[in-house]
């Protein structure tokens, strides 16, 4: 059976992960829920083993009494508190950060970082473990004799060194992090993840958008928000309970609006499906289709290039005035457009095994992934030979990776009209000749050609 947006199991794990790394509570709670059952069972393993270790072991473990252990523990519990809250200020400001000065939307990049996820656990874990423990140290009374865990002891010790560590290189991870190379890089990567699960490999026949006969039911969105997650073997099941064919028109990444139309339906034969059948067919199709407050990157191939072009617009905005990370940018929006071009893009019909029923799913192709990454660059960065001069070579880049007329057409459409902005600008003859060199190289790329620029 033809994929539409990658296979299904595949699909459904990617919207759980993508879900389970965006949120911070998971990993620190697994760590605090881990840190208190080590802190409950380790003290009894250490009752359990008194007077039975060899002098061998014991000589490298916690050696006090009951006061020493307990201010032992109580430094490690106040001082790790203090540290976790550092922690999350650092992060918060990092957070900050990210939103005012390059894009809100790479905010997602850091509260998905699992070396940050992997910190707080830790700090957590140690705090929490150093409570627990201290609960069980006991001096000499009356009724009861004097117990130290040493065992226990020794390794709070041990987290207390390593949270040490961690936190230092935890600085040192937010120091890279927030660099806007290594956030441009980290949407990179998960965008070509995206590309190379969603999308299956090229052809080079080019595909027609189906068009529903005029007896087609339009079916409504059941809520508002970002199109996050289409299930396609929701969809492909309800289409052959009601013999019908299902025409998807919104995109993963499309806001949609409740009770207003995202899909058409109509009987396999072109006739028009009776109403129980719509009506028992339209909650299922809305079920199928995941609606977000946000977009994501688990079927949402042009998220990442949104990301990047926003990195670039907010550089190129006169309180900012950065061309240069603005031309970095549009270098990783020309790979991420070339490695889409050699998938197949454009709409695509996914049959049942009887081969009657179907779906057909929207996908983004070549001309709307290039409007998104030339079009506000172009208009933003118009003054600006040198990223006019990265647009020029982008198109040429892509032109290179083209497959299809349509392909062609659409970057052959781009450089028409990056053109007509070069013209209505007022640059020397130095660097009108430069940007003319680098225009003339395209329709040269899209004919197998790559003359020095």
């Known amino acids: 059976m033809p994929v539409g947006y990658g296979p299904d199991r595949r699909q459904r794990w990617s919207v759980l992960s993508d879900a389970l790394r965006t949120q911070l509570w998971p990993l620190p709670a697994a760590g605090v829920a881990l840190a208190i059952g080590l802190g409950v069972a380790l003290p009894r393993l250490d009752a359990a083993l008194a007077g039975r270790l060899p002098a061998t072991f014991t000589a490298f473990l916690f050696s006090g009494g009951p ?80 117990f130290v865990p040493h065992m226990s002891v020794t390794v709070a010790y041990v987290l207390g060194l390593a949270s040490v560590l961690g936190l230092v290189l ?11 190379e290594s956030m441009m890089r980290a949407v990179h990567a998960e965008t070509t993840a995206t590309i190379r699960r969603v999308l299956p490999d090229g052809t080079d026949h080019e ?11 339009r079916l409504c969105a059941a809520a508002s928000g970002f199109l996050t997650f289409v299930d396609e073997k929701a969809l492909l099941t309800a289409a052959a309970d009601a013999d019908a064919a299902i025409l998807l028109d919104r995109l993963p990444g499309d806001s949609i609006i409740a009770g207003t139309p995202i899909a058409a339906a109509w009987a396999v034969g072109g006739g028009a499906l009776e109403k129980p059948v719509v009506e028992a067919l339209a909650p299922r199709v809305a079920a199928a289709v995941r609606v977000g407050f946000e977009r994501t990157a688990a079927q949402d191939v042009a998220f990442g290039l949104r990301q990047l072009v926003d990195v670039a617009v907010k550089a190129l905005s006169p309180g900012i005035n950065d061309p240069t990370t603005a031309i970095s940018a549009l270098g990783h929006l020309a790979a991420l457009l070339c490695e889409a071009a050699g998938h197949d893009l454009g709409p695509r019909v996914v049959h049942d095994e009887a081969g009657k029923a179907c779906v057909m799913l929207q996908r983004p192709d070549l001309a709307v992934l290039l409007e998104l990454a030339v079009a506000q660059p172009r208009r933003y960065g118009r003054a600006d030979p040198d990223v006019l001069a990265r647009l020029l070579t982008l198109l040429r880049e892509v032109a290179w990776h083209t497959r299809t007329t349509a392909q062609r057409g659409a970057v052959e459409e781009q450089l028409q009209r990056l053109q007509a902005t070069i ?4 640059f020397d003859d130095a660097e009108r000749g430069r940007l003319d060199a680098l225009a003339r190289t395209v329709p040269a790329a899209l004919v197998r050609q790559w003359p020095a620029s």
């Not at 109580?74 to 950060?97: R, Y």
């Not at 957590?124 to 001096?139: I, M, N, Q, S």
């Open 67 to 146: 006061e020493a252990a307990r201010t032992v523990l109580s430094v490690i519990a106040g001082s790790l508190i203090t540290v976790t809250s550092l922690t999350f200020s650092l992060t918060v400001v990092t957070l900050q950060l990210a939103s005012s000065q390059f894009s809100p939307r790479l905010l997602r990049t850091f509260t998905q970082d699992r070396f940050v996820h992997g910190t707080l656990a830790l700090l957590l874990a140690t705090f929490t473990y150093a409570v627990t423990v201290l609960r069980t140290v006991r001096a000499s009374l009356d009724s009861q004799a004097a």
């Open 423 to 426: 013209d209505e600008q007022r």
């Open 207 to 217: 595909h027609q958008p189906p068009v529903p006969p005029p007896t087609a039911v």
């Open 170 to 180: 935890f600085l040192a991870h937010l120091a890279r992090q927030i660099r806007v």
